[in-house]
């Protein structure tokens, strides 16, 4: 049994990840927190900190914060099924001094949780479904999409 995650075991695509980050203009990253957090928060800690971690994902600084809350859970994951570690701290530094590391430690960091799960569920983890937090992400950044290409359009044809 897996005392690692909350419900059943999960593994998410890092590709979908990423292409769900871009068609949502970022959105979904609130949601990944919020699985993420729901999933690894709540066994580890004795308590369920999406809510919190996902509210505190839209406020400037507080989001460095749960970046480190989520990043450091995937990193006791791993460690604790043995396979290997992510270094929060390290990628936190980077992310926040450079921006661009952080495309590289989300699918990182996502890597390392579904080796995690798949450790901790002896290969059992199943594809996590769409929930209805992740359609409303994405359908708000496919329309931030089509406002972005509508005004582009617009300003080539003025001019």
Same mark, same amino acid.
């Given at each position: 049994?897996?005392?690692?995650?909350?419900?059943?075991?999960?593994?998410?695509?890092?590709?979908?990840?990423?292409?769900?980050?871009?068609? !949502?203009?970022?959105?979904?990253?609130?949601?990944?927190?919020?699985?993420? !957090? %729901?999933?690894? !928060?709540?066994?580890? %800690?004795?308590?369920?900190?999406?809510?919190?971690?996902?509210?505190?994902?839209?406020?400037?600084?507080?989001?460095?914060?749960?970046?480190?809350?989520?990043?450091?859970?995937?990193? %006791?994951?791993?460690?604790?099924?043995?396979?290997?570690?992510?270094?929060?701290?390290?990628?936190?530094?980077?992310?926040?001094?450079?921006?661009?590391? $952080?495309?590289?430690?989300?699918?990182?960091?996502?890597?390392?949780?579904?080796?995690?799960?798949?450790? $901790?569920?002896?290969?059992?983890?199943?594809?996590?479904?769409?929930?209805?937090?992740? %359609?409303?992400?994405?359908?708000?950044?496919?329309?931030?999409?089509?406002?972005?290409?509508?005004?582009?359009?617009?300003?080539?044809?003025?001019?």
């Amino acid at each position: 049994m897996n005392t690692m995650t909350a419900g059943p075991p999960v593994l998410r695509s890092t590709g979908r990840c990423v292409l769900y980050l871009f068609l !949502s203009f970022g959105l979904w990253g609130l949601a990944w927190v919020w699985h993420t !957090s %729901k999933e690894l !928060s709540a066994p580890m %800690k004795g308590e369920d900190q999406s809510v919190l971690r996902t509210v505190l994902s839209v406020i400037p600084i507080a989001n460095y914060v749960v970046l480190y809350w989520v990043w450091d859970d995937i990193d %006791k994951a791993a460690r604790q099924t043995g396979v290997g570690s992510f270094n929060t701290v390290l990628w936190l530094v980077l992310t926040i001094i450079l921006g661009f590391p $952080a495309l590289i430690a989300y699918p990182l960091a996502q890597a390392r949780l579904n080796a995690a799960q798949t450790a $901790a569920s002896n290969g059992t983890a199943t594809k996590a479904p769409l929930y209805t937090f992740d %359609k409303v992400t994405i359908g708000i950044g496919l329309a931030l999409w089509a406002l972005v290409l509508l005004i582009i359009v617009i300003a080539v044809a003025a001019g």
